[in-house]
């Protein structure tokens, strides 16, 4: 296993921007799958934006064009862009590390809370 722990979340006014990061404690290297996923109250996880480690990258539907992840493996450092935010972005915002593109792997972060308020 390995260790998150995500950074840089806040609180933003709508249209704003964020940049979220999560540093692993050892080389992420060997993950084929770093992801993004976030949370709101009283709903479920979901998948915001994974890349491969050949940095082939997905993203939800609901932030095509907005959010932009990206993987550094030698600083074991994975980064969540987010612009043009929305109140409906408002969740916590959690990193994981996992085997392939077939759902999220056994190591989360603690999360990092992003709130889009007016």
């Known amino acids: 296993q390995v260790q998150l722990v995500e950074s840089g979340g806040g609180l933003v006014q709508p249209g704003g921007s964020l940049r979220l990061s999560c540093a692993a404690s050892?080389?992420?290297?060997?993950?084929?799958?770093m992801a993004w996923y976030r949370q709101a109250p009283g709903k479920q996880r979901e998948l915001v934006a994974g890349?491969?480690?050949?940095?082939?990258?997905k993203y939800a539907d609901s932030v095509k064009g907005r959010f932009t992840i990206s993987r550094a493996n030698a600083e074991n450092t994975v980064y969540l862009q987010l612009n043009s935010l929305q109140i409906e972005d408002t969740a916590v915002y959690y990193c994981?590390?996992?085997?392939?593109?077939?759902?999220?792997?056994?190591?989360w972060g603690q999360g990092t809370q992003v709130t889009v308020s007016a």
């Open positions: 994981n590390a996992g085997p392939n593109w077939n759902g999220p792997g056994d190591s």
């Open positions: 050892r080389s992420i290297f060997w993950f084929v799958v």
């Open positions: 890349i491969s480690r050949g940095g082939i990258t």
